[in-house]
């Protein structure tokens, strides 16, 4: 080792120089614009594109639009979905999902589901918060999703749009196909099992 | 030899038989060639033009479900242009097609969609409105969606070709045809399904499963029917253990895909909600649930305690048919080897021993020596004494196929008028038809013979071979007259004269012996009566001849072939034949006991008079099967050990000391046989319910606390045993290899064995309800089975009792108008024996004179009815009955 070398080590030493070496990036901090959110005081503006809690949808009329024909639990990798399909008590031949579960403890938010359905029934919500004492409550049933459905209804068009699986309400309504309804005959008495 | 046609089909070179379809060659070299309206069971009707190929010389593109392989013909089914065309004929179809695939049932096993996928666009030019038809309600069980439909007249072709009920039609015109049922009421057919099977897109689905299901979530299971003798091959689909639908792939089973309505709907009965789930123990004269330990525990150690103080033959063993051979050869061994006993007994005593009886006195065997095959190209058939089309359907599909198809022959003798009505009717498609009393099909058969006889019929070869016995039967029929045949059939001589004409002219004959003569008295002698027939005809020994008699329950067959009767060993071998006892001692490594055994009406009796003190009753119910006339109840009440091994809690269960709960068909696996004798492989669809298990497995538990260990790891070494005993029994391949009748046997009934009881057999016998008089409204009653269910069993599938759900008195309107009652009113019907409230149903297939009345639901009116047990063969017979009939206040 040369005596430049040496000395110079001694000086760095004496001046403690590795500190305000590791200082300079604190100091440097100071005068940045904070990065840590105060959560949950502070929330962060989220995409609409994100994959957050699951929710079920109705149409603008309150109709649910689920028909209850098991794709998303078909498409689901991680077999959190549950569907129960029956006919309709109240309309012939009409398929509806008399039960719907998703165990949100289960699902990856791959949202394959949302993609596999064929009325876009099922979207995506900006909610993330559903942490809970009690476990049970995250196997969403029908009705919790379709409060989520109700409550972040705005979301959900928001995520189908962004996915690129619908177009805006107008234009959805125009190019929306619905399958056809079974019309009772008029003159025929209804059904055994309607009457 | 079959005439060859060589042809190539895109490149691959094939020789086909002459006449083969286009189609049908290519998917011989594995080309499939899409289309709608062909199906190989149906004639070609060539509508749908989905199947257009190039064929190279011809014009313009061919059908190639209608266009027969020719010599040289060059076809290519994947060019540019077949490919334009089945873009554009689907185009077509998916202008109209509701494309709701998500919410349909056929949804991912669809022809349509599968199509669909391969060569359309993912858009359609169409933006024309979709037609939509009004919904009408249609049935209970099948459910239309005629927006799917995509006409292509398969439902409707089936329907009628195959099952001749002619249910559905098309109504409309062009895109707006509509397949409905024929009238304006809601659909009455025979709900065999095969509609709902063959559409090949979802416009007509099965309402029972309707949208419980995808078809990926299904597993499914190879099995076969537990309703009827025929023995249709199922596939059983479940998800998640539960039953979900039964379907019958096409080419598969000895049923080539078609079913009943039983064996497509009945399924629900495995997992009724009664299904006992656990061991039931009597404790103060209530059934409690036990555990098994206690259950076995108990019943082995009061086995044991009466077995040392009244000896093994206090003990009576009766099991019901339904169940496999393994289970039904485990009883017997059990009932044999661990209790020591030949008092056994099966269902197949109701009616079953009386035809195999009759084959092993004549031909010397004990089972067909035809198969369906046989029937199908057969040139003659007769039937006696089955309403074939409501006890063994498939085996009625047979004889329509061979009637309507090939041209054969069909001579019917019959308690049924040739009727149109809701189901079909076998008797409207026979040539000669003879509408009997239930007490006529002897006098008709005997008609028959006298015809053969005295019209010089006698085949010659026999005339010669056996001169003794020709002359005996001539003389025995000469001596009947005419008129009185005449009058016990209701039929002139000269219609005797010419169906015996039409029977012997050709070459192929088969005789179909039903219910009506097996399950009535003298049952054993009128089979053989029949055998004579063929035997008189010549047609006795050729290919393709025989008698058949039919089995009701699906393992009647294999109940006796296993041994589980008195009077046979395994096999089956008489139970007296030295030889076979030898045999089967060296197998079973032990003496088989001796002495004649009891019957199932002996151990009755024997249980009423207190020499027998114990019964192992294993599926089967004889408390509600026969008349409480039979006084069953009491004397099964004064057993000191009553163990019942059954599905629910039957009359005869409730009766048990111990009930232990047994599985159905569909949790178990094992082995069936047919009818015919074929034997096929039962395999479990879903996981055993409760505590249940199969019956094989606790009598080989309960075996193990006897002391007398039978135990196996499983059925199939079971049927390994079985099969080391009955060398070749079941090989299991696609058709039963049917025996030949053993010439000895025959040569030996020729020389002597005919005389015994000739005599009774050659004569018309007394009439059992005078026909003329009927001014104090007597009716002969008959207890008989329908085709919607199968025993009591049936009746707990909710399916089948959507159709049927109780039982009703089905009168001629004749018989109706001569008392008064119309269609709906309340009767009450009587005899000395007690009487019974019902609903009158007028039917023009019931011969006047008499009233059916469904076995199944027989619970009152079994209350009028009176036991008469066969001396010769022990069958006990009490179907019918004499009443009067009177609207009910
Ligand atoms: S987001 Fe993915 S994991 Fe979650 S339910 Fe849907 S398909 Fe299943
Ligand atoms: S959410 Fe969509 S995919 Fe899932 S069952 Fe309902 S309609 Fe079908
Ligand atoms: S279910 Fe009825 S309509 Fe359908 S094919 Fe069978 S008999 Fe005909
Ligand atoms: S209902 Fe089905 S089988 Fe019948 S015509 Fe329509 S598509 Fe064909
Ligand atoms: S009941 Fe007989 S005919 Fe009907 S499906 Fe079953 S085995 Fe076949
Ligand atoms: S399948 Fe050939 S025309 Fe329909």
């Not at chain 2, 709701?100 to 993912?122: K, M, W």
Request: net charge neutral; with cysteine; proline share 5%.
């Amino acid at each position: 080792m040369s005596v430049g070398a040496l000395t110079k080590k001694i000086l760095q030493a004496m001046l403690f120089h590795e500190i305000w070496d590791a200082m300079k990036v604190t100091f440097k901090h100071m005068f940045h614009r904070p990065i840590t959110f105060q959560y949950p005081r502070e929330q962060r503006t989220i995409p609409d594109t994100h994959r957050g809690a699951l929710a079920l949808l109705r149409y603008d009329d309150g109709r649910e639009r689920c028909v209850g024909c098991d794709l998303c639990e078909a498409a689901c990798p991680s077999r959190c979905i549950k569907v129960v399909s029956a006919e309709d008590p109240s309309l012939p031949l009409q398929r509806y999902a008399s039960e719907f579960y998703i165990d949100i403890t289960k699902c990856v938010f791959c949202g394959y589901c949302v993609e596999a359905c064929p009325v876009n029934a099922l979207a995506m919500t900006k909610l993330y918060e559903f942490s809970t004492h009690d476990k049970r409550t995250l196997l969403f049933d029908k009705t919790r999703l379709y409060q989520i459905g109700e409550r972040y209804i705005e979301d959900g068009k928001k995520y189908l749009i962004a996915h690129h699986q619908e177009k805006d309400d107008q234009m959805s309504r125009e190019y929306r196909y619905y399958f056809p309804q079974s019309v009772l005959k008029a003159t025929q008495a209804p059904p055994k099992h309607l009457s | 030899m079959v005439e060859t046609v060589k042809l190539t089909i895109d490149g691959h070179h094939i020789t086909v038989p002459k006449g083969t379809l286009v189609i049908e060659a290519a998917r011989q070299v594995g080309v499939m060639v899409p289309h709608f309206c062909y199906h190989p069971k149906l004639k070609p009707d060539a509508n749908c033009r989905m199947c257009l190929v190039e064929i190279e010389k011809m014009p313009k593109l061919q059908t190639a479900c209608s266009t027969p392989a020719a010599e040289g013909m060059v076809v290519r089914t994947a060019t540019t242009v077949v490919n334009e065309a089945h873009k554009s004929v689907l185009e077509f179809i998916l202008a109209n097609h509701p494309l709701d695939c998500p919410v349909c049932d056929q949804g991912g096993r669809c022809d349509l969609q599968d199509f669909s996928h391969e060569y359309t666009p993912t858009t359609s030019r169409f933006i024309e409105v979709k037609r939509v038809f009004p919904k009408e309600y249609f049935s209970p069980l099948i459910e239309t969606q005629m927006n799917r439909c995509v006409q292509c007249l398969r439902c409707v072709r089936y329907c009628d070709e195959v099952m001749d009920v002619k249910a559905l039609a098309p109504s409309g015109r062009g895109t707006m045809t509509e397949i409905k049922h024929f009238t304006h009421h809601e659909l009455d057919c025979e709900f065999c399904g095969g509609c709902v099977q063959i559409c090949p897109v979802g416009a007509i689905t099965s309402r029972l499963s309707m949208y419980e299901f995808r078809p990926w979530m299904l597993k499914r299971a190879d099995t076969v029917c537990t309703y009827c003798g025929d023995g249709c091959q199922i596939t059983i689909q479940t998800k998640e253990n539960q039953l979900i639908e039964v379907m019958s792939a096409q080419g598969a089973g000895r049923n080539n895909g078609d079913l009943c309505a039983r064996g497509f709907f009945g399924y629900h009965v495995s997992t009724h909600p009664d299904r006992l789930q656990h061991p039931l123990i009597r404790r103060n004269g209530e059934l409690v649930q036990a555990t098994w330990e206690d259950a076995l525990e108990w019943v082995a150690e009061t086995a044991i305690r009466l077995k040392l103080a009244h000896g093994p033959n206090a003990f009576g063993g009766l099991i019901g048919a339904r169940c496999t051979n393994e289970d039904l050869y485990l009883f017997q061994k059990f009932m044999r080897l661990v209790v020591g006993t030949n008092n056994i007994d099966s269902s197949a005593r109701y009616g079953q021993i009386n035809g195999v009886r009759a084959l092993r006195r004549v031909q010397g065997t004990s089972r067909w020596t035809v198969t369906f095959d046989d029937i199908v190209s057969a040139e003659a058939l007769l039937l006696v004494g089955t309403n074939v089309t409501e006890t063994n359907p498939i085996t009625g599909l047979k004889v329509k196929e061979a009637v309507k198809k090939r041209q054969a022959t069909l001579l019917t003798i019959e308690a049924l008028e040739p009727a149109v009505g809701t189901i079909s009717n076998i008797a409207n498609l026979a040539a000669h038809h003879f509408s009997v009393q239930p007490d006529g099909f002897k006098p008709a058969v005997l008609g028959l013979i006298k015809a053969v006889v005295e019209e010089n019929l006698v085949s010659q070869p026999l005339a010669q071979k056996a001169p003794g016995y020709v002359q005996a039967v001539s003389e025995a029929v000469r001596r009947l007259s005419w008129q009185a045949i005449e009058r016990a059939t209701g039929s002139s001589s000269q219609s005797f004269i010419d169906a015996t004409r039409s029977f012997t002219r050709t070459a192929r004959a088969v005789i179909l012996v039903g219910q009506g003569v097996l399950r009535a008295p003298d049952g054993s002698g009128l089979t053989a009566t029949l055998l004579d027939l063929l035997l008189l005809t010549g047609h006795h020994g050729l290919p393709g001849c025989g008698v058949a008699p039919l089995a009701e329950e699906n393992n009647d067959q294999g109940a006796v072939e296993m041994g589980a009767a008195l009077e046979y060993l395994p096999g089956p071998s008489d139970a007296n034949d030295q030889a076979a006892r030898a045999r089967l001692a060296q197998a079973w490594k032990e003496e088989l006991p001796k002495g004649p055994g009891k019957s199932l009406m002996e151990m009755i009796e024997g249980a009423r008079t207190g020499s027998l003190k114990a019964m192992f009753i294993v599926g089967e119910n004889p408390a509600g099967s026969l008349p409480p006339s039979a006084g069953t109840m009491e004397a099964l009440q004064s057993l000191d050990l009553l163990v019942c091994q059954e599905l629910f809690l039957t009359e005869t269960a409730r009766l048990a000391h111990v009930v232990l709960p047994a599985c159905s068909y569909a949790e178990k696996d094992g082995t069936f046989t047919n009818t015919e004798g074929h034997v096929q492989s039962v395999r479990h669809a879903i996981e055993l319910i409760g505590e249940s298990r199969p019956d094989w497995e606790i009598l080989s538990a309960l075996s193990v606390l006897m002391g007398y260990p039978l135990e196996y790891g499983d059925a199939k070494e079971i049927f390994k045993e079985i099969r080391s005993l009955i060398p070749g029994y079941g090989l299991l391949g696609p058709a039963p290899t049917p025996p030949r009748p053993d010439q000895a046997v025959v040569e030996s009934y020729l020389k002597t064995g005919y005389s015994s009881g000739l005599a009774e057999r050659y004569t018309l016998g007394e009439r059992r309800a005078a026909s003329g008089e009927r001014k104090d409204f007597s009716l002969t009653l008959l207890v008989t089975q329908t085709l919607f269910h199968s025993g009591k069993f049936s009746t707990r599938a909710k399916g089948l009792l959507q159709v049927q759900a109780e039982g009703a008195f089905s009168l001629n309107p004749a018989d109706g108008t001569r008392l008064g009652l119309a269609e709906g009113d309340r009767v009450r019907v009587s005899n000395d024996l007690g009487e019974m409230t019902t609903t009158v149903k007028l039917q023009d297939r019931v011969p006047v004179g008499l009233a059916l009345f469904p076995e199944h639901f027989d619970q009152e009116a079994r209350r009028l009815l009176r036991v008469s047990t066969d001396p010769a063969t022990q069958v006990p017979y009490y179907k019918s009955a004499s009443v009067k009939v009177e609207k009910a206040k």
